[in-house]
């Protein structure tokens, strides 16, 4: 997993890219604070709450490997409004 990507200040918008140089990336899942897990496709927006809240993601690669799960802690609205850039986080996948 490369490069996830959070921005916005009310509406969040998460981008994702992951890749594999073996056996290929056969699915990338994430979560937002305590829900499901779901299939990403594209990337995906959520409203920004008061509170930090917490997006993990996970890949799996073709050969059934799935990655340690990560995240990225999205801040709450009011530090939100003092960011002036989006903010980058890149996750290097484990060997």
């Known amino acids: ?8 200040e009310s ?9 594999d140089a073996d056996s290929g990336v056969a699915g990338t899942e994430y979560k937002i604070g305590s829900g499901a897990w779901t299939v990403y496709t594209a990337a995906f927006t959520f409203q920004r709450g ?3 809240t917490e997006v ?6 073709v050969a059934g490997n799935v990655e340690v799960v990560r ?11 003092r960011v002036a ?9 484990p060997t």
Not at 11 to 19: G, K, R, Y
Not at 71 to 81: D, H, N, R
């Open 1 to 8: 997993m490369t490069a996830p990507t959070v921005s916005g």
């Open 11 to 19: 509406t969040v918008s998460v981008a994702l890219t992951a890749t």
């Open 50 to 52: 008061t509170a930090p």
């Open 56 to 61: 993990s993601f996970r890949s799996t690669d």
């Open 71 to 81: 995240g990225v802690t999205v801040p709450g609205a009011a530090v939100a409004e």
């Open 85 to 93: 850039s989006a903010t980058t986080v890149t996750v290097l996948t």
